[in-house]
Each structure stands twice: as C-alpha cells, then as structure tokens.
C-alpha cells in the first residue's frame, strides 16, 4: 500500500500541491504518514515535511528510522533544521546530534532559541550511557506552595512544550526535589482547589542520580513499575526526567550488549549493517583467537594418550560426545547465572545456594544423559563394563561443567570483570580439557 502511494505523493510534490500536501501531513498519525513517506528520498521527504507545522513536524520525524534523520540534520537547510531540532525532546537532539560533525552541529545550535540551546549543551556534557545523557529537561515542576487551582492553571501554559505530565515533581523555591503529585491525585482534588501541592504530595520519591548508570536506572524504574524517573544532581536540585520510552530503549540496548557478550563479540557501537567489516572482525576475531588457543590445549593433550587410544580406537568415538556434553551444560548454567546477576536475581552472597543446586542439577542431568550414552556404549564397547566408561565421564564432566558455568561468572563479578563478556570463553576452553582429561583417567581406570 505504500508502495502504491509513492506515484500520488511524488506528484503532488511535482506540481507543488500545497493544500494536498499539508492535508497529508496532518489527516493520518504521524506514524502513519511516515511509513507512507518511507520510499522517498531525503530531499523529497524534507519537502513533504515543510508543509506540516513546526510540532506536528518533529512528531512525523521521530518515526523515520535513525539513519534518514541524521541524513535530514546533516544535509538539510540549517534554519529549518533548527526549527526542527528546537521541537525534538533535548535528549533525542543531543543523540541525533551527536552523530554530527562538530562544525554542523555549531552552526544548527547557533540558530536555536538560547533556552534550548542551553538545555541541549548541557545534555552534551553528560557521558553516553548515564542518566544525565538520557534524561529531557521537560519536566512538570512547580513549587510546593502552590494551590491545586494554580497548579492546574501552570500546567495549562507549560503542557504544550512537556513529553508527559503522568507526574507533577514539586519543587522548593531553589529547585530542590520535595515530592511528587501523580496526575490522577492532582485531577481528583479539583473539588478542594485551594490546598496546596505540599499538603497533596508524596515525599519519599523514587529518583536516580545524574551520573548513575543508564542500566540501574533500568532496573530501578522495572522494579518500582512507574512511567518516569526523576533526575537529581548530589545536592538534590531537579535536572530532569527519564521517562519509559528511554528506558525501553535502554533494555533493549542492554539485553542486545549481553547477548553479544555471551557469544563472545565485544558489544557493537552501531547496528551490524553500519558497522564496518574490519571493526566487526575485530570484535569477533578476538575472542575467537583465545578460543581457538584453548582448543589446541585440547588437542595437545589428546597427543599425550595417542598411543593409548591407537589401543582402544572406540574410545575416540566418543570423544565429541563428552566434550560437548561438559561444554553444553556448562554454557547453560553460565549464561542462567549472567541473566540472573543482571536482573538482580541472585547476588554475590549466594554463591553457596548456586552451587549446591548446580551440584544437584549435574548428578541429574548427568545421570540422565549418562544412562543414554551407556545403552550406545555397549553397541561399541567390548564389554559391558567397559561401557560403563562412556556414562562415567559423562556424569563428572556434566558435574564439573555445571559447576564451572556457575562459578565463573560469579568470580569474574567479584573481580569487577564482566561476566557476559569473559565466562562462556572460559567455560568453553576448560570444559573441552578437562573433558579429555576426565575422559582418559576413567578410561585407565577401568581398562587396567
């Protein structure tokens, strides 16, 4: 359907329908009219923009995907890029912005009222990845002496510039936080319109500090369940907001970095379509060099038995059956273990309950795995009891690598490493050793 759309639209542009264009802008959701502009080029979709209001404008932009707007910032006429970046939420221009070169981004903010320009500097002070550099500084604020009449009436002239009035932070007369009235209390006291937002508010406020990190911050509005977090400096004085949409975006962020951590790739800077070939092997060839070192030590300790299993060859045939055995079960309880650290789950202090139940968990899954390969074992194995080589190792090298899963990355965070990025590596390599190691000395054991 959009598709089927872009002939009319190009059109109209073509015969500068001014009337028609506007009506497009404003008939459907923003949303929408932007999905319908998804096939034209950057100029014609600054065209079409032009005909919308400054407000309804930024709305429409919001929705293009991230790429086409720094195109439009960075290609566009820079008045009308400053009218545009004026009506963006200050922490979305700073984010856009900073895919600018500087000397553009100078010349767009020369051209923006100095109250936004003051809000977007001071956003761009702020390190990627804290709150500050996340927040937006339109926030409902009023002072605590207010009545709720006047409060209504203040609210009234500031909703048109907020992102969201879900709540009403009260603030003393030097911008200290005090408390918070949720709009639904300030709605429901509308037949007492003479008490004050002191005597109205909530005084135990949930709120981050400006320099905390944008994944606490996550977890802190998760885990209050509340739409917006305010934002406070050490001296509590009000900054701003970070409301569920940012977080949304952080999680998402988050949960995409630890996933590529648990795969072994250094968290990308961008999406993989733009990141570069060299700085994408890079990531990944890392990690994989040391893995591919600790599969050698594999293999130089299979050369130290080669002679013994020249001897009993169908031992060999077993061989990936328990390396992947220890390995499988060990990235399964590494990666529960990481999930559960990063959501709070479990703590440092815990580690006594982890390994009792990983203990438990092994000898059952070890057991269970370890029956299956004795019933293969004696289709290949000479005797009876010498198959019972085969469910042996399997059970200690489960056990061993259930236990190393969810030790590691317990050690690693105790270390202040990252235990996404460092313990599937390391569970990897020393599963495979002690695999083989396990492996050949129940085998001794048995055969001699």
């Known amino acids: 359907m959009t598709t089927l759309f872009l002939p009319e639209l190009r059109e109209m542009l073509a015969e500068d329908r001014t009337d028609e264009l506007r009506e497009f802008c404003t008939a459907l959701h923003p949303a929408r009219t932007a999905e319908f502009m998804e096939g034209l080029d950057v100029e014609e979709t600054w065209r079409v923009l032009q005909h919308a209001q400054p407000t309804l404008q930024a709305e429409i932009f919001q929705y293009f995907d991230w790429d086409r707007q720094v195109e439009i910032l960075a290609t566009q006429d820079e008045k009308q890029v400053a009218v545009l970046v004026t009506q963006l939420p200050a922490d979305d221009a700073v984010d856009l912005l900073r895919k600018l070169p500087e000397s553009r981004v100078d010349s767009v903010l020369a051209l923006v009222p100095a109250p936004d320009r003051r809000d977007i500097r001071r956003l761009q002070t702020f390190p990627e ?38 709540y009403i932070y009260v603030v003393d007369d030097t911008n200290h936080l005090r408390g918070v009235v949720s ?9 007492r319109p003479d008490t004050k937002l002191a005597d109205l508010m909530k005084r135990d406020v949930v709120c981050v500090k400006v320099h905390d990190d944008q994944e606490s911050v996550a977890q802190k509005v998760a885990f209050y369940n509340i739409l917006a977090v305010p934002v406070v400096d050490e ?26 951590r648990i795969v072994a790739v250094e968290p990308l800077n961008d999406s993989y379509i733009r990141t570069p070939i060299l700085t994408l092997s890079w990531k990944r060839g890392f990690w994989l060099l040391i893995l591919f070192f600790a599969a050698l030590s594999t293999a130089f300790a299979l050369q130290l038995y080669q002679d013994w299993l020249n001897t009993y060859g169908w031992l060999v045939l077993f061989i990936p059956l328990v390396i992947s055995s220890g390995g499988n079960s060990g990235s399964q309880s590494s990666t529960l273990i990481i999930s559960a ?6 703590e440092l202090s815990d580690w006594w309950i982890i390994v009792r139940r990983e203990i438990i968990m092994g000898l059952i899954l070890g057991g269970t795995m370890g029956t299956m390969g004795y019933l ?5 194995a000479p005797t009876p009891f010498a198959a019972l080589i085969i469910p042996l190792t399997i059970l200690c090298v489960v056990l061993c690598g259930t236990c190393m899963g969810s030790m590691l990355p317990l050690l690693f ?36």
């Open 129 to 166: 990845g804290t709150a500050g550099a996340l927040m937006t500084t339109e926030v409902a604020c009023l002072s605590e002496t207010l009545t709720v009449r006047q409060a209504l009436e203040a609210l009234s002239r500031q909703a048109e510039r907020l992102e969201t009035i879900y």
């Open 183 to 191: 709009g639904r209390i300030l709605i429901s006291a509308i037949g």
């Open 235 to 260: 001296h509590n004085h009000m900054m701003g907001i970070i409301t569920h949409d940012d977080v949304i975006d952080v999680v998402r962020e988050e949960a995409a970095e630890d996933v590529q």
């Open 341 to 346: 650290l990063a959501t709070k789950d479990i």
């Open 376 to 380: 293969c074992a004696l289709i290949l």
């Open 413 to 448: 965070k105790r270390m202040g490493l990252d235990p996404a990025m460092m313990s599937n590596q390391f569970v990897a390599g020393l599963s495979d050793l002690l695999g083989i190691l396990i492996y050949v000395n129940v085998a001794l054991l048995f055969l001699r």
